[in-house]
């Protein structure tokens, strides 16, 4: 196969005169058919030679494109640049370049490793400044005795700068709240999607209108009333009549065994 | 070695080509037929017999990787000498042409004339061969030094000669063919003689002829002229694969108008299952020349790029395959000295590309030009002859045209992805620079752009 490669080698050799302008030296080395010719030695043994001269016109001929080729075997010498000293010292046994591989890699992963602990350390550190302080986590969530709250009565407190409002609800309020026919409200909900515990309505005293606080045990839903514009919301914080868009909002809270956690 | 796989492997080939189906187009004679003497040399034939015209040939296992660094040259010497016999000159008369060439697995002496002269032929092939004259060596060392003062204007040679020493080195393989100057000074008749005597044997010689030849006549006359030669055995060196080495070698002379560039890595060898798959990715990669018609429009991605940023006067991509390992890579002249590194740049994203991203049509436009320039190769009696015993040499048998199409058409887009992974991809690597080589990558980055950690 070398060999068969070798011929497009000399043929991309002849094709390097095909530019060069009609000098003597090329014209004869188109022309000569050598039988003996020693000048040729670095070529195949092709008939290269005649072969392009019965192509019309060799000095003329264009190449679309160069073929695969080999490189033709080089033969001669021109000075000892070639005899490289012995490096076998140096050199792994067996030719097994991968024999370092593994501590080379091993060495690169865990510098990167380290590198990555430590530089995800140092980001941390710079993070941990712009969040909140404790002082301002602590005020983040408030803390109500439930045993506090007789039935039947609201509590209103403050969390995070918002009045929040706590009812606990009587059994005739709770059936009154789930009674309601949710497909006729501006904005359908039930009463338990509002409530985790039915007998405890916890929401935000703030009216969806426009953030007037609304009076408890008021308004014709007996519930609240916004006495800004006149939103009705019903005993489950619904809006049932007046201009307020949306339901009174309910906050994220959870219950311990005694206390309610807003927050 | 050949000759001994041969001996089993004839009989069964030939009885295997009766059942293929031949298809309509192909002619008819072109099976090899091969026969192993009683000494192990191997006749090898392909008849045509339309042909006015045949070559013989004698190729040897011998080429000057089998050298050692003293007699580094030696079979370069008996290439010369061949010719300083009495019976070579009388092939002038007969109406033919007698040449020999040496490489680095072999050394060729090989004949073409008319088809009548064939017994002739082989008469003074047999004496090239067995009796060279040795008497003749200060006349070839003086030839031979010559030509080497010569070749320093080769640049393409002069790195390639390098390539070879520095992937290759400590090894036979590695040796520049015509030898170094002390070596060619310092080889003696002795050296020479002992050359013939430990490689000349008949399990290392293949005879080849192509064209209008007789194969039973062929083997008569071999019996005749080399039925003498001993049947030899092969030195255990033979056997051990060269190690390639990754390293560099740099020739700066800023005088130069062109800087004479070569990248290389080890490939697979000529009896590698992926031989050709290496070929198809040589391919891919292409060759490109500045004064090519179609310069600019050529299917290569590489040479897109080289044409438009006029990156390099020519380049090709080589695929040079022993029969135990090989070299694949790229050569590049340019005169744009100050984008060498551009140039390297873009061949290592191509070679990181064909383990990557290389596409379906990339690939079989490679196998088109593959097929073309291989088969189309096969137009001479020299040609064939000469493929012919360096696959014999090689894997002990031929691939006909089909099979070699067969081997060519079965490359996928997957086989080049595998063995690009295999030969390319964050290996070693061999570089040489000659000429106004200032601007060439460092050697450590080219090696670290063998990969590729993002794409």
Not at chain 1, 5 to 11: D, G, K, L, P, Y
Not at chain 1, 114 to 128: E, I, M, Y
């Amino acid at each position: 196969m070398a060999a068969i490669s070798r011929t497009f080698a000399s043929q991309l050799v002849n094709r390097s005169y095909v530019n060069v302008p009609a000098s003597a030296g090329a014209l004869k080395k188109a022309f000569s058919i050598s039988s003996s010719s020693r000048d040729e030695e670095t070529q195949a043994p092709t008939l290269a030679s005649t072969k392009s001269r019965s192509s019309a016109g060799p000095l003329n001929r264009s190449l679309v494109n160069a073929a695969p080729n080999t490189n033709y075997q080089t033969r001669l010498q021109h000075t000892n640049t070639t005899t490289i000293p012995d490096f076998s010292k140096y050199k792994k046994d067996g030719n097994n370049y991968d024999s370092g591989r593994a501590f080379t890699y091993f060495m690169v992963g865990t510098t990167g490793f380290l590198s990555a602990a430590g530089a995800k350390a140092t980001v941390t550190d710079f993070l941990a400044n712009m969040s909140a302080s404790a002082d301002v986590l602590a005020l983040a969530k408030v803390e109500v005795e439930l045993a506090s709250i007789p039935e039947g009565k609201n509590v209103t407190i403050k969390w995070r700068g918002k009045p929040v409002f706590i009812r606990h609800r009587t059994g005739d309020e709770i059936q009154e709240a789930e009674a309601v026919n949710v497909s006729e409200l501006r904005d359908p909900q039930t009463d338990a999607e509002r409530v985790k515990k039915p007998e405890w309505l916890v929401m935000l005293g703030v009216c969806t209108h426009l953030g007037c606080v609304p009076i408890g045990e008021a308004g014709d839903f007996g519930g609240w009333y916004c006495p800004c514009h006149g939103s009705h919301y019903d005993i489950s914080g619904r809006i049932r009549q007046g201009p307020a868009p949306l339901n009174l909002e309910v906050p994220e809270y959870s219950f311990t065994e005694d206390k309610l956690i807003v927050g | 070695m050949a000759s001994r796989l041969l001996s089993t492997a004839v009989k069964s080939r030939v009885g295997m080509a009766k059942q293929f189906v031949r298809p309509l187009a192909t002619s008819a004679n072109v099976a090899t037929r091969t026969t192993t003497l009683s000494n192990g040399l191997t006749v090898a034939t392909e008849e045509n017999p339309s042909s006015q015209t045949a070559t013989v040939g004698v190729w040897i296992d011998a080429g000057s990787r089998v050298e050692s660094a003293e007699t580094n040259g030696a079979a370069y010497f008996l290439e010369h000498l061949a010719f300083k016999g009495s019976k070579p000159s009388q092939i002038e008369s007969l109406g033919g042409n007698f040449d020999a060439y040496t490489t680095r697995e072999h050394s060729a002496f090989l004949a073409q004339t008319f088809n009548n002269n064939v017994a002739q032929t082989v008469d003074i092939l047999s004496e090239a061969v067995q009796n060279p004259n040795l008497s003749a060596i200060d006349e070839a060392r003086e030839a031979i030094l010559k030509e080497q003062q010569k070749a320093a204007n080769n640049g393409e040679q002069i790195v390639f000669d390098h390539l070879h020493a520095t992937a290759f080195q400590g090894e036979g393989l590695g040796r520049p063919i015509a030898g170094t100057p002390e070596s060619v000074q310092a080889i003696s008749r002795d050296d020479l003689s002992n050359f013939i005597k430990n490689n000349y044997a008949g399990d290392r010689m293949v005879l080849v002829g192509a064209g209008n030849v007789n194969h039973e006549e062929l083997c008569k006359l071999a019996e005749q002229k080399f039925g003498s030669l001993s049947s030899g055995s092969l030195s255990a060196k033979l056997a051990q694969k060269p190690k390639f080495t990754g390293s560099e070698i740099r020739l700066r002379d800023d005088t130069l108008p062109e800087a004479h560039i070569a990248l290389a890595v080890e490939a697979p060898s000529l009896a590698s299952p992926d031989y050709y798959t290496s070929l198809v990715m040589q391919s891919i990669i292409g060759a490109w020349d500045a004064s090519l018609g179609g310069s600019s429009l050529l299917g290569s991605r590489l040479s897109t790029v080289v044409d438009k940023h006029h990156l390099a006067n020519n380049y090709f991509s080589f695929n040079t395959s022993y029969k135990d390992t090989g070299l694949f890579g790229i050569y590049f002249a340019t005169s744009n000295v100050t984008q060498i590194d551009d140039f390297v740049h873009f061949t290592q994203k191509e070679w990181a590309r064909l383990s990557q991203t290389v596409t379906e049509g990339e690939v079989e436009r490679a196998k088109q030009i593959l097929k073309g320039s291989l088969l189309l190769g096969l137009d001479g009696s020299n040609a064939v002859a000469q493929d012919i015993a360096t696959q014999v040499l090689a894997t002990g048998k031929r691939l006909s045209a089909q099979e070699i199409e067969q081997a060519i058409s079965k490359v996928t887009v997957a086989d080049v992805h595998r063995v690009a992974n295999n030969t390319l991809w964050d290996k070693e690597v061999a570089v040489v620079g000659h000429g106004p080589v200032e601007g060439l990558t460092d050697f450590l980055r080219v090696r670290g752009f063998m990969s590729y950690n993002r794409f």
